[in-house]
């Protein structure tokens, strides 16, 4: 469905630091980063990608209010190293790791900020 997610950076090196880690445990790797934006992808699939950049106008980052992007894992476990890894890297806590039944029974999702404010979520539709 989707080529291709962007988020703002004021600085790629500190973003890199942030998102590598937890999206490792997610299978994504990295497929080009450089000084102004990197992009991570599945190993077995060019597209989508997650691109995190500096914004192209060189006005200052800013984020949106009820914008989010959410990171699916195959595993409940993998929701809660992603989020611990996230705010052992000075992510933001904005919603604990946990069963979300209001959306589905199988729900389980945790939600965070990254260095620059982007709204971000990991969760599982599974029942492990």
């Known amino acids: 469905m989707f080529s291709h997610t962007t988020v703002g950076t004021a600085d790629v090196e500190t973003a890199r630091r942030f998102y590598e880690p937890w999206l490792r445990v997610l299978g994504l790797e ?14 077995s699939s060019d597209r989508p990608l997650f691109l995190v950049t500096r914004p192209y106008d060189g006005q200052p980052v800013s ?40 959306y589905h029974p199988n729900y389980y999702g945790a939600y965070f900020r990254d260095l620059d404010g982007n709204k971000l979520c990991v969760c599982s539709h599974g029942t492990e």
């Open 30 to 43: 990295i497929k080009f980063a450089d000084a102004n934006w990197l992009g991570w992808k599945s190993p």
């Open 63 to 102: 984020t949106g209010n009820g914008q989010m992007i959410a990171f699916l894992a195959e595993r409940r476990s993998d929701v809660d190293r992603c989020h611990g890894l996230a705010i052992e890297h000075a992510g933001r806590c904005e919603g604990k790791p946990g069963l979300r039944p209001a």
